[in-house]
């Protein structure tokens, strides 16, 4: 059995190469696609996005670099996993118009909620905040109001923040504007992990050993936890400061010209792409999520809470994601797309593909996998992610660019070319693969895949493909 596995790798590892080789031309390190550029990094002490920690965005000079450096015309830009935006408010403080779709009420709120700051407050609206912020009126003595939880936000935060966070609350309720009580439900869901026992790591929230979970055997220790006064205060300062001084950070445009319009859909991009008229826009910019079994219902529990998700409402979101979980069940996608029979042939003919979720397969049966879910994760994965570059395809104007952030991934010791084969599927539906750039420093493994396998780098990359 060890010799058909090992035989069955080296197959794998032969296709690889010939996916290389055919893409060999467009295969180029960027050194100017830093780390910091591709990730959230970029982002963290600029103005408005630095209010809310998204790890899962790129920066706002990615967007701006990739619209200087292949000239994209004035129109329209589109991201069908717009996360909080940044293509979005970029596009437009450049002079685009934006469109996006997110799925995520945590992502949603972030967008609306930045648009309704960066656009839409008055200096009476903002002397509020600064009132709020100054003379803490939730400590008044208030009744809390009782928190909405779920099974995984349980005893999340210590019993005196608890209770001031069911204050403010309380006190929010009272508020009589709209406007500035939308901001400050904000402030709050963006101080939520700094008060809380918990930490977003990857597939989930860790929790810190002062929360009592685990029968004392959790000795993790996330640090500081901030006293909830202290945080909120911090964070109305924060956003009052940028809505007065809002800086663009943009590196190539030395003055703005008009700023463009921003529309935001809410749900699935599966599920609205269809709905979106064909050749509208003239760049999409996007990064979805990434093959890595990353469950942000889960990772952004505290914050969906907070909205008042529950417990149906949350499984339900998670099943509308695209598959990136391994509890991500089959989507019926010929429901979806209008032309899926040609979407599924594309699909079912990418050998490399096959390859490894035949290997995938094996190791099931033979139970080496941590997690049986694997397989039908990727294969689902890429079977949407062919639908939705289909319909990307469909709905961007010709000579249009697509540009996509995503990484490599790793199961079971064998590497998955995710930037080789989605542009190999985006070939097949009738793209042209200008380039697959790649950032100059290359992502690792988790510490069961090293331990096991050793360590091997992944690519990180920006896919350039072009509409002819």
């Not at 509020?128 to 936000?153: A, D």
């Not at 979970?213 to 911090?234: V, Y």
């Not at 921003?262 to 792409?273: A, E, M, P, T």
């Given at each position: 059995?060890?010799?058909?596995?090992n035989?069955?790798i080296?197959?794998i590892i032969?296709c690889?190469?010939?996916?290389e080789?055919?893409?060999?031309d467009v295969?180029?390190?960027?050194p100017?696609?830093?780390?910091?550029?591709?990730s959230?990094?970029?982002?963290?002490?600029?103005?408005?996005?630095r209010?809310y920690?998204y790890k899962?965005?790129?920066?706002?000079?990615?967007v701006?670099?990739?619209l200087?450096k292949?000239?994209?015309?004035?129109?329209?830009?589109?991201d069908p996993f717009a996360?909080?935006?940044?293509?979005?408010?970029?596009s437009?403080?450049l002079?685009?118009?934006?469109?996006?779709?997110e799925?995520?009420?945590?992502g949603q709120?972030i967008?609306f909620?930045?648009?309704?700051?960066?656009?839409?407050m008055?200096?009476s609206?903002?002397?509020?905040l600064?009132?709020w912020k100054?003379e803490?009126p939730?400590?008044?003595g208030?009744?809390?109001?009782?928190?909405?939880?779920?099974?995984?936000?349980?005893?999340?935060?210590?019993?005196?923040?608890?209770?001031?966070?069911?204050?403010y609350?309380a006190e929010?309720g009272?508020?009589?504007?709209?406007?500035v009580a939308k901001?400050?439900?904000?402030a709050?869901?963006?101080i939520?992990?700094?008060v809380?026992?918990?930490r977003k790591?990857g597939?989930?929230?860790?929790?810190?050993?002062r929360?009592?979970r685990g029968?004392g055997q959790?000795?993790?220790?996330?640090?500081?936890i901030l006293?909830?006064?202290?945080a909120?205060?911090q964070k109305l300062?924060q956003?009052?400061?940028d809505i007065?001084?809002?800086?663009t950070?943009l590196?190539?445009?030395e003055e703005?010209?008009?700023?463009g319009?921003i529309?935001?859909?809410?749900g699935?991009?599966?599920?609205i792409?269809p709905?979106?008229?064909s050749?509208k826009?003239?760049?999409i910019?996007?990064?979805?999520?990434?093959c890595n079994?990353?469950?942000?219902t889960r990772?952004y529990?505290?914050?969906?809470a907070?909205?008042?998700?529950?417990e149906?409402?949350l499984s339900?979101l998670r099943q509308?994601m695209?598959?990136?979980?391994?509890?991500?069940?089959?989507?019926k996608?010929?429901?979806i797309?209008v032309?899926y029979?040609?979407?599924?042939k594309?699909?079912e003919?990418?050998?490399?593909?096959?390859l490894i979720?035949d290997?995938?397969?094996k190791?099931?049966?033979d139970k080496k996998l941590?997690?049986?879910?694997i397989p039908?994760?990727i294969?689902g994965y890429?079977n949407e992610?062919?639908v939705?570059?289909?319909?990307?395809f469909r709905?961007l104007?010709?000579n249009?660019y697509?540009?996509?952030?995503n990484d490599?991934?790793?199961y079971?010791?064998?590497?998955?070319?995710v930037?080789?084969?989605l542009s190999?599927?985006?070939e097949?539906?009738g793209?042209e693969?200008?380039?697959i750039?790649?950032?100059?420093?290359n992502?690792g493994?988790?510490s069961?895949?090293m331990g096991?396998y050793?360590?091997?780098?992944?690519?990180?990359?920006?896919?350039?493909?072009r509409?002819?």
């Amino acid at each position: 059995m060890t010799l058909l596995l090992n035989n069955h790798i080296e197959i794998i590892i032969d296709c690889h190469r010939a996916f290389e080789n055919h893409f060999s031309d467009v295969l180029k390190v960027a050194p100017s696609l830093t780390r910091k550029i591709v990730s959230y990094q970029g982002n963290k002490n600029e103005p408005f996005y630095r209010w809310y920690k998204y790890k899962e965005a790129f920066s706002s000079s990615l967007v701006e670099y990739l619209l200087f450096k292949y000239n994209i015309p004035k129109g329209t830009v589109f991201d069908p996993f717009a996360g909080i935006g940044t293509t979005l408010f970029t596009s437009s403080l450049l002079g685009y118009d934006s469109e996006g779709i997110e799925l995520l009420p945590v992502g949603q709120e972030i967008i609306f909620n930045r648009i309704l700051a960066q656009f839409d407050m008055k200096e009476s609206d903002i002397n509020i905040l600064e009132k709020w912020k100054n003379e803490t009126p939730w400590n008044s003595g208030i009744n809390p109001q009782k928190l909405n939880y779920l099974r995984i936000t349980q005893g999340a935060y210590p019993k005196t923040t608890e209770r001031r966070i069911g204050q403010y609350l309380a006190e929010l309720g009272r508020l009589n504007n709209d406007k500035v009580a939308k901001i400050l439900l904000f402030a709050l869901m963006c101080i939520l992990e700094s008060v809380s026992y918990t930490r977003k790591d990857g597939q989930y929230l860790r929790w810190d050993y002062r929360s009592g979970r685990g029968n004392g055997q959790n000795t993790f220790d996330k640090g500081k936890i901030l006293s909830f006064n202290k945080a909120i205060k911090q964070k109305l300062e924060q956003i009052i400061y940028d809505i007065k001084n809002p800086r663009t950070g943009l590196l190539f445009s030395e003055e703005l010209t008009s700023i463009g319009t921003i529309k935001v859909h809410r749900g699935s991009c599966l599920d609205i792409l269809p709905q979106i008229d064909s050749n509208k826009f003239k760049t999409i910019i996007t990064s979805p999520p990434y093959c890595n079994r990353y469950d942000y219902t889960r990772t952004y529990a505290l914050e969906h809470a907070l909205l008042g998700i529950n417990e149906v409402e949350l499984s339900n979101l998670r099943q509308t994601m695209l598959s990136c979980t391994v509890e991500n069940k089959p989507k019926k996608l010929y429901d979806i797309c209008v032309n899926y029979s040609k979407v599924d042939k594309i699909f079912e003919n990418q050998k490399l593909l096959n390859l490894i979720l035949d290997y995938l397969e094996k190791q099931k049966i033979d139970k080496k996998l941590n997690n049986n879910g694997i397989p039908r994760m990727i294969r689902g994965y890429f079977n949407e992610m062919a639908v939705v570059i289909s319909e990307c395809f469909r709905v961007l104007g010709n000579n249009g660019y697509m540009f996509m952030v995503n990484d490599n991934v790793r199961y079971a010791g064998v590497c998955i070319p995710v930037d080789l084969i989605l542009s190999k599927i985006a070939e097949d539906i009738g793209f042209e693969i200008v380039n697959i750039l790649i950032s100059p420093q290359n992502k690792g493994n988790s510490s069961q895949q090293m331990g096991d396998y050793g360590r091997k780098a992944m690519r990180k990359c920006v896919y350039v493909w072009r509409k002819p």
